[in-house]
């Protein structure tokens, strides 16, 4: 069956993109698995990453955030973004640590809220 629906962040053009616009912006190369992470965080699908100390974890929220305001400065608009996001996004990060034995987890949560331009 054909799909008629637009390719979206996460596809291989998306994910070319994304890296176009964020490897300007940052110091060092973005993992692979970290940027397919934040372009399907940006198709709207929900993610769960599970990396170790070190792992590139903090990548997903600046990445996340950092293309989400690049997108937006795309002219034309890009095509591969399925929804509508706040002009000026903003992120909150809740993170509760707790630990079980002697294994300590940490659970993060980011929700982007818009922001009021001043």
């Not at 293309?67 to 034309?76: E, G, I, N, S, T």
């Amino acid at each position: 069956m054909v799909s008629l629906q637009a390719p979206g962040m996460s596809s291989l053009e998306g994910m070319e993109l994304a890296r176009e616009l964020l490897c300007p912006l940052l110091d060092h190369e973005i993992h692979d698995y970290v940027l397919e992470g934040v372009c399907k965080a940006l198709d709207g699908n929900h993610i769960l990453a599970v990396a170790p100390t070190s792992g590139g974890k903090t990548s997903y929220y600046y990445g996340y955030i950092l293309l989400l305001k690049a997108l937006q400065q795309v002219d034309p608009p890009c095509p591969f973004l399925k929804r509508m996001y706040p002009a000026n996004p903003v992120m909150v990060i809740v993170v509760m640590i707790g630990s079980a034995c002697t294994c300590c987890y940490t659970f993060i949560f980011f929700f982007l809220f818009p922001f009021p331009s001043i």
